[in-house]
Nanobody, 121 residues
Framework: QVQLVESGGGLVQAGGSLRLSCVAS????????MGWYRQVPGKQRELVAI???????TYADSVKGRFTISRDNAKNTVYLQMNSLKPEDTAVYYC???????????????WGKGTLVTVSS
C-alpha cells in the first residue's frame, strides 16, 4: 500500500554532518505531516523533527540549531540535514508519517524500518 524507505545513515565523526532521506511511495493521495524520530537501546523513541506540507516545522530542543528538516511534496520525500553531530545523536532514525491518505480512501500511520546513525567521539 504505502512504503517509507530511509537512506543516508552511516558512521560520522563528532562535528560532522549527514543527510537522511525518506521516500514515501505507493498509492498516495496526500500526506500532511512527515517527520523523523530516533531511538537508542533502553530509551523510548523520541521526536526529532516534523514538517507539514506547508513547511511548518517542529524540532526537539536537543537538535535545534543543528538539524534542519525539509521536504519535497511533489516527490513525497522528507529530508533531515544533521550538522554538528554529537555522540549522543547516535540512534536508529525512523521516518514517520502519522497519516497517509491513500487513493482507495484509507488513512493510516506508517513507519520506516529505520537507518542507523553512529557518531564517534
Amino acid at each position: 500500500q504505502v512504503q517509507l524507505v530511509e537512506s543516508g545513515g552511516g558512521l560520522v565523526q563528532a562535528g560532522g554532518s549527514l543527510r537522511l532521506s525518506c521516500v514515501a511511495s505507493g498509492s498516495i493521495y496526500s500526506i500532511v505531516h512527515m517527520g523523523w524520530y530516533r531511538q537508542v537501546p533502553g530509551k523510548q523513541r523520541e521526536l526529532v523533527a516534523i514538517i507539514s506540507s506547508g513547511g511548518i516545522t517542529t524540532y526537539a530542543d536537543s537538535v535545534k540549531g543543528r538539524f534542519t528538516i525539509s521536504r519535497d511534496n511533489a516527490k513525497n520525500t522528507v529530508y533531515l540535514q544533521m550538522n554538528s553531530l554529537k555522540p549522543e545523536d547516535t540512534a536508529v532514525y525512523y521516518c514517520h508519517v502519522p497519516r497517509v491518505a491513500t487513493t482507495d480512501g484509507r488513512a493510516m500511520e506508517y513507519w520506516g524500518k529505520g537507518t542507523l546513525v553512529t557518531v564517534s567521539s
